[in-house]
């Protein structure tokens, strides 16, 4: 049921600050990460975890591409993340001591399901699901599952099940990260509890990111920029951003501007830019001068931290200071939100979009 809301897709938008709390939920004691919430026998397999190898598929892989910046910083193993329609047809080489995660919503993606049943035929340490849905084939094939509790989602479009991953990826960061001397857990876990607050607080800008979307419902394409763990955001941007207004989006880190995407930077082509506050801002405050320097019109979504020179090519949005960890969760949730309302106003079906299917069964 919509409720209020004239689509499923802001409702989902909007229960995110609710779902955050239920991930967390029953998940968490004094400080510290339940391990048992993973499933049984978690612990004596997490102990023996060396590298990560994650799997998934369109938005879900994007949850895995932010969680392999937050492995590697904060465990301090290998992680790689690959598409799952890649990883079930090559060759791929399994080191002693992988943990293998699959990341679905529903749980029942033709290919994540696949690479599971591929990579069972070698010798990973064991398989975890992050899954929003308790009884989905990928659950009942893993070793270890754990729930994203976002209830359902019925927009195609996925959002609250993206942010619930990202919390779930956390916790799933922190487990492995005390194993190897990490000692800010309780710090993140109280970051992460603040995350409902903050959550509240952006969706508060809904009138002002309305008022954003405007300006791009008679473009044809778009470009959105990010560094570090809000690369793999800005491809979330994009994605939502094609899938429901049908404008061709595309992500690039930032740093790659000069390598070909510069040449496309004119004034029919906006710029979407993600920038909190962490130890790459400078670089992008740069990155971002060059596209204006092109006569590109730039859609900012920043932290009060950014200096950006004011002007006519700039539309700014400025967030709540965040704890940098977190800010690959609070910043998805402006981009879900300009996607929806450019497509509500360029008219589409936005729960439904052509094309495609909620849950997608068939290779
Ligand atoms: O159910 P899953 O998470 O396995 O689905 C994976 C993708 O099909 C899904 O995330 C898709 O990319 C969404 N429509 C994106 O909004």
């Given at each position: 049921d919509k409720g209020l809301y004239r689509h499923y897709m802001l409702k989902e938008i909007y229960e995110q600050p609710d779902v955050i709390a239920r991930v967390l939920e029953g998940r968490i004691h004094q400080g510290h990460v339940l391990e048992q919430v993973f499933g049984s026998g978690a612990s004596e397999l997490f102990d023996q975890v060396k590298m990560v190898q994650i799997v998934a598929c369109g938005?879900?892989?994007?949850?895995?591409?932010?969680?392999?910046?937050?492995?590697?910083?904060?465990?301090?193993?290998?992680?790689?993340?690959?598409?799952?329609?890649?990883?079930?047809?090559?060759?791929?080489?399994?080191?002693?001591?992988?943990?293998?995660?699959?990341?679905?919503?529903?749980?029942?993606?033709?290919?994540?399901?696949?690479?599971?049943?591929?990579?069972?035929?070698?010798?990973?340490l064991g398989f975890l699901s992050i899954c929003n849905v308790a009884g989905s084939s990928l659950v009942r094939e893993s070793d270890l599952a754990i729930m994203t509790n976002a209830g359902p989602e019925i927009g195609v479009a996925s959002t609250k099940a993206f942010t619930s991953q990202l919390v779930v990826l956390m916790l799933t960061t922190l487990v492995l990260a005390r194993r190897y001397g990490f000692d800010g857990e309780q710090e993140i876990v109280a970051q992460l509890e603040q995350l409902i607050d903050l959550?509240?607080?952006?969706?508060?800008?809904?009138?002002?990111?309305?008022?954003?979307?405007?300006?791009?419902?008679?473009?044809?394409?778009?470009?959105?920029?990010?560094?570090?763990?809000?690369?793999?955001?800005?491809?979330?941007?994009?994605?939502?951003?094609?899938?429901?207004?049908?404008?061709?989006?595309?992500?690039?880190?930032?740093?790659?501007?000069?390598?070909?995407?510069?040449?496309?930077?004119?004034?029919?082509?906006?710029?979407?830019?993600?920038?909190?506050?962490?130890?790459?801002?400078?670089?992008?405050?740069?990155?971002?001068?060059?596209?204006?320097?092109?006569?590109?019109?730039?859609?900012?979504?920043?932290?009060?931290?950014a200096q950006v020179k004011p002007g006519n090519d700039l539309e700014l949005i400025t967030l709540p200071d965040v704890p940098t960890v977190m800010a690959p969760i609070i910043y998805s949730i402006p981009l879900q939100l300009l996607a929806y309302y450019v497509a509500c106003l360029k008219g589409t079906d936005v729960d439904q979009p052509r094309n495609l299917a909620k849950s997608v069964t068939v290779e």
């Open positions: 938005t879900s892989y994007n949850a895995g591409v932010v969680a392999r910046y937050w492995i590697e910083k904060l465990v301090g193993i290998p992680c790689m993340v690959e598409v799952a329609s890649e990883f079930r047809y090559r060759k791929t080489v399994c080191m002693p001591g992988t943990l293998f995660i699959t990341i679905s919503q529903s749980g029942e993606t033709a290919d994540t399901l696949s690479a599971l049943r591929e990579a069972k035929e070698q010798n990973y959550t509240e607080q952006v969706l508060a800008l809904d009138p002002q990111i309305q008022k954003m979307a405007e300006h791009f419902v008679d473009k044809h394409h778009a470009l959105f920029l990010g560094r570090g763990t809000i690369y793999p955001v800005a491809v979330e941007g994009a994605l939502k951003l094609k899938e429901i207004s049908y404008i061709h989006a595309e992500a690039y880190p930032a740093g790659e501007l000069k390598h070909g995407p510069l040449a496309l930077v004119d004034e029919d082509m906006p710029v979407v830019a993600i920038a909190p506050n962490n130890s790459l801002l400078e670089k992008l405050q740069a990155n971002l001068e060059e596209v204006r320097a092109r006569g590109g019109k730039l859609f900012l979504f920043a932290d009060s931290k």
